[in-house]
């Protein structure tokens, strides 16, 4: 290829080591906004190289990946990546390498008019990929016609024109999906399905989810993790709970205890990441005076978060967490008649889910209506604990319904839900402080870190208050004609 570039009047230059690793979040973040973030070399002469694909790239210099946005220097790629990695840790794809060498058409002043890149020896992560070689065609400004040329050259040489660029290209032969992990609850589903297999679908796509989430929960990588592994515990417990008289009475009790351990012993790591994510939220509005004040207080919660991680660590690699996951797989992929299973398994899971769905609405408007200015806030954290379980039903089973209707009538529920968990977290987070602030070493209980935890814990409960005197008006906004239309029209709906 090359000796046919250098006979069509390209100057072939020396070869050079191409090292390119992909980096993004777990889930995919930077894929999904039309990103693609990677580390150029390696060493002190690294780089960073942020491209959207259609300005050109930003750059920053990197010795390492970065692993957040706030390991970046300052400036237009940090800037960038902040709000959409958010609390995502960064973590590496692939990487690719090859031996490049540039063949370059100069005009009659030394002028560049196009380059084509030759890549040889391209491999991912040190296995070869792809034809013998691959090349990379880049023109001047003004220089179209030559770049055409070069393109009908490479044709004859049989190289073939793909999507993306070699990168892109590599990784796809690869087999490297940058879409990252999403974890959706909704599988699809068809209305006259048996409940019975039905319902171990939904579970078993639970269990990949919470499986998937294992390891960066472990490892400690970033704290959302911690958050959808949680989160795909409670929707199991939910659907659990759901299906009485459709899966087998033991089964069903078996793995509520055992979900519910697990919930428990997640749940104190996951209050105190989330102290951390809103930290800033809850200080800023008190100025940097009482910030600083308050360092020594982020930095106890800081060691009480690891310690607790590491303690939840240990827990996941206990024989009991793998007794119970793995005889809960090994249930999950059972096949032919079940023991002991409910009156309604045989039934269709539209009509079972539809009714489970209307029953659990009912329960909110029941609840929610009995709530005055004088209820007691246990009542309100109760409200929130039926939603939540309303709206795992809509996730797990919408794949019985029409997109449209779901996210309709969801969006309603979201708006009464959103305020439920402000008043639950700011109440949680005001008596966690109260247990934070006794337990602070001695050293760390200056007068002003004291004056500064009564002022924090106030604003904390001035975001409570205000939480509950929003309820009465969001609650009125749920509970209409308006969303009984909009769950009617849901349950009519089909995909």
């Known amino acids: 290829m090359l000796d046919a570039l250098a006979a ?35 060493g002190n002469g690294a780089e960073v190289v942020l491209d959207d694909g259609r300005s050109s790239p930003a750059r920053a210099p990197a010795a390492t990946a970065p692993r957040r946005a706030a390991d970046l220097p300052a400036g237009p790629l940090r800037s960038r990546l902040g709000p959409v990695l958010d609390v995502r840790a960064l973590v590496p794809l692939a990487t690719v390498t090859a031996t490049v060498r540039p063949a370059v058409r100069r005009d009659a002043e030394g002028t560049a008019r196009v380059t084509v890149d030759v890549h040889d020896d391209l491999a991912v992560d040190g296995a070869p990929v792809g034809p013998p070689w691959a090349a990379e065609l880049r023109a001047g400004a003004g220089y179209a016609k030559d770049a055409a040329s070069a393109r009908a050259l490479l044709r004859s040489l049989g190289l073939k024109a793909g999507a993306g660029d070699v990168l892109d290209q590599a990784l796809a032969a690869a087999g490297v999906a940058r879409r990252g992990f999403t974890g959706s609850p909704t599988i699809a589903l068809a209305a006259d399905e048996p409940a019975l297999p039905a319902f171990r679908r939904v579970l078993a796509n639970l ?28 929707r199991t417990r939910s659907v659990l709970a759901q299906g009485r008289r459709v899966l087998p009475a033991d089964v069903r009790a078996t793995y509520r205890e055992a979900f519910g351990w697990l919930g428990g012993v997640t749940g104190p790591s996951r209050d105190l990441d989330v102290y951390g994510i809103e930290w800033d939220r809850y200080v800023g509005p008190l100025g940097p005076d009482v910030a600083a004040d308050l360092e020594p207080v982020r930095r106890h919660i800081e060691s009480l978060r690891s310690s607790a991680h590491a303690e939840l660590s240990d827990v996941l690699r206990s024989e009991r967490y793998r007794e119970v996951t793995d005889g809960w797989r090994a249930w999950l992929a059972g096949a032919g ?14 009509k079972v889910a539809a009714g489970r769905i209307r029953d659990a609405q009912a329960q909110v408007l029941e609840r929610g209506r009995g709530i005055s200015a004088a209820t007691p806030a246990e009542e309100l954290h109760q409200l929130r604990k039926d939603a939540k379980k309303l709206r795992y039903l809509l996730e797990c089973f919408g794949g019985l319904y029409a ?19 402000q008043h639950q977290d700011a109440e949680v987070h005001v008596a966690q402080l109260e247990e934070i602030a006794a337990g602070l070493p001695e050293g760390s209980r200056g007068p002003a870190t004291l004056v500064a935890l009564g002022r924090l814990s106030e604003s904390i409960d001035r975001a409570r208050r205000s939480a509950r005197q929003e309820f009465a008006g969001r609650f009125r906004s749920y509970d209409t004609r308006a969303t009984a239309r909009s769950l009617d029209a849901l349950l009519d709906s089909s995909p």
């Open 8 to 42: 069509a009047g390209f100057e072939i230059g020396p070869p050079r080591a191409l090292r390119r690793t992909v980096v993004d979040t777990f889930d995919g973040r930077l894929h999904r906004a039309g990103l693609r973030l990677e580390v150029r070399g390696a």
């Open 403 to 421: 997109p449209a209707p779901r996210k309709a009538f969801v969006q309603r529920l979201k708006a009464l839900q959103d305020n439920l968990g």
């Open 337 to 350: 008649p079940v023991a002991g299973a409910g009156r309604d398994a045989g039934r269709a899971i539209g």
């Open 207 to 234: 269990m990949l989810a919470v499986d998937a989430n294992w390891q960066g929960t472990v490892d400690d990588v970033d704290p959302e993790f911690l958050h959808d592994l949680r989160v795909a515990v409670r």
